[in-house]
């Protein structure tokens, strides 16, 4: 029976309130398998051809399978994947489902969703983007391997599943600087120059923040972590070998320290406007990292990760649950196309045209032409909307949110501040992934804000905020 109010004092009421209705039984599973190409191969992320001849580091992908339960009733189900690559290119979730079905026949199979780091060293996963030589991994070959070791890693954490616990906790490391210097004359530009006298300021937020979800079986072992950063992994983007970039770092420090076997998630946060790479002071950064014992930036970035996952750890350690709650919706909303403007269609023409005879240029006057494509559909009215697969959840006190896109922070900080949880995991690029800026930064221009970069502007980034906070209001009704 609930106690009596009027017994409890005002921090215990608070308590009592948020303890989490309906809790369950968890159960969880993991599991984490190798992507890295045994050939030569294709790297995406960059407008011009790039051939990985040996990997630099392994890239991989990590599952991890819930459920709750109610003795033997099942109340909710969720496969979360964390993949080493650039993004979710059209048609690679749609073909881990075909292949993950038949081997799954019980599990909701729209309940899985997949999320990328954002890794500019990862392999091309669609024909057509680049002239590519012969005689190395192609991107379909590629793509069909990936499906396949995705399927079978959200299959081996589903069948591993057993009853587990769970924490949450969230620290601070400084990982992301935005990377939109502006200027005077009314123009940003992404890494642009910062020494030069027309310099005015840095366009956006950062946001510090390092969410953690620790998940342990019922003997306390360790068994998987996620980690939300709002930062893409990008710091050896322009790189020429396939690379997990810092979070390669990341997880082989974890691992030294807190199992060798514990199946690590990473989640980039919204931060289409951010990078890792130091903007300001690069050259104090680097002296002192010198100083330290010559630390690569890629160590740096990983131990202020680790640091802040033990600080979190320290206080969620205090408040681990084998009872919780746990609810996953699925849903399909519609985000407005951004407008092409009669300008902005002419500049594109023109670009396109001047690309179309070049095969070295054939990511660029595809990038061009698609916003005249947009343009022609627009005015004929048969531009549909954008459609995007959201999924929400609620993990006892945490909100999970998912979407497609190089989301900018400031409507990730939109969301974390209007969510009904204590704790909130954003995660973006659970989809193709294009630029969705503020309109400040549409204001700004320059790459990662003009048309070209951005299926779905600034209106149909508040439509994105509204619908995933209603979305997390359904899952705290009660």
């Not at 890239?59 to 399978?65: D, E, W």
């Not at 549909?384 to 190089?406: C, K, Q, S, W």
């Not at 969510?419 to 690029?429: C, D, G, K, N, R």
Request: some cysteine.
């Amino acid at each position: 029976m609930m106690p009596a109010l009027r017994n409890l004092t005002l921090p215990g009421v608070f308590a009592l309130l948020s303890l989490p209705l309906h809790a369950a039984d968890l159960h969880l599973g993991a599991a984490t398998v190798d992507i890295t190409p045994d050939r030569p191969v294709a790297l995406s992320g960059q407008r011009h051809v790039r051939i990985s001849k040996k990997p630099a580091t392994p890239i991989q992908v990590s599952a991890l399978a819930l459920e709750s339960r109610e003795g033997d009733r099942v109340l909710d189900q969720a496969i979360f994947v964390s993949c080493d690559l650039v993004a979710i290119r059209q048609g690679i979730l749609a073909s881990v489902r075909e292949k993950l079905a038949p081997r799954l026949p019980d599990f909701p199979i729209d309940k899985i969703f997949l999320a990328a780091t954002h890794t500019h060293t990862a392999p091309v996963m669609i024909e057509g983007r680049y002239v590519l030589p012969d005689d190395i991994l192609q991107p379909a070959e590629f793509s069909d391997f990936l499906t396949t070791r995705i399927a079978e890693a959200a299959e081996a954490a589903w069948k591993a599943r057993v009853p587990g616990r769970v924490a949450w906790g969230q620290s601070h490391a400084v990982l992301a600087q935005n990377r939109r210097p502006y200027y005077a004359d009314g123009t940003a530009v992404m890494y642009g120059k910062i020494d030069k006298p027309g310099f005015r300021g840095i366009e956006g937020y950062e946001d510090h923040s390092v969410d953690v979800l620790y998940f342990w079986d019922r003997s306390d072992q360790l068994v998987a972590t996620v980690i939300n950063v709002p930062c893409p992994a990008q710091e050896v983007g322009g790189g020429s070998s396939v690379h997990a970039d810092f979070w390669d770092p990341t997880r082989r420090m974890l691992r030294e320290k807190h199992g060798k076997n514990l199946h690590i998630l990473a989640w980039t946060g919204a931060s289409g406007d951010v990078t890792s790479k130091q903007i300001i002071n690069p050259a104090a950064d680097e002296r002192m990292r010198k100083l330290r014992g010559n630390i690569s930036r890629l160590d740096e970035l990983a131990a202020r990760i680790v640091r802040a996952w033990e600080e979190a750890l320290a206080g969620a350690k205090h408040d681990i649950r084998d009872e919780v709650v746990l609810r996953h919706t699925v849903k399909t909303i519609d985000l407005p196309y951004r407008l092409v403007t009669k300008a902005e269609r002419d500049d594109a023409a023109k670009a396109a045209e001047g690309f179309k005879d070049k095969p070295a240029e054939k990511w660029n006057h595809r990038w061009n032409q698609g916003v005249v494509d947009r343009y022609d559909a627009q005015q004929a009215g048969t531009q549909e909307p954008y459609r995007m697969e959201l999924h929400a959840l609620r993990l006892g006190d945490v909100a999970i949110g998912t979407n497609d896109f190089e989301l900018y922070t400031d409507f990730g900080i939109q969301m974390k501040a209007r969510s009904p949880a204590i704790q909130t995991f954003v995660i973006q690029l659970a989809g193709p992934g294009t630029y969705l800026p503020t309109e400040r930064a549409k204001a700004f221009g320059g790459y990662g804000a003009v048309i070209q970069s951005s299926q779905v502007g600034p209106e149909g980034g508040q439509v994105l905020v509204e619908e995933t906070v209603a979305a997390w209001a359904e899952l705290w009704k009660d």
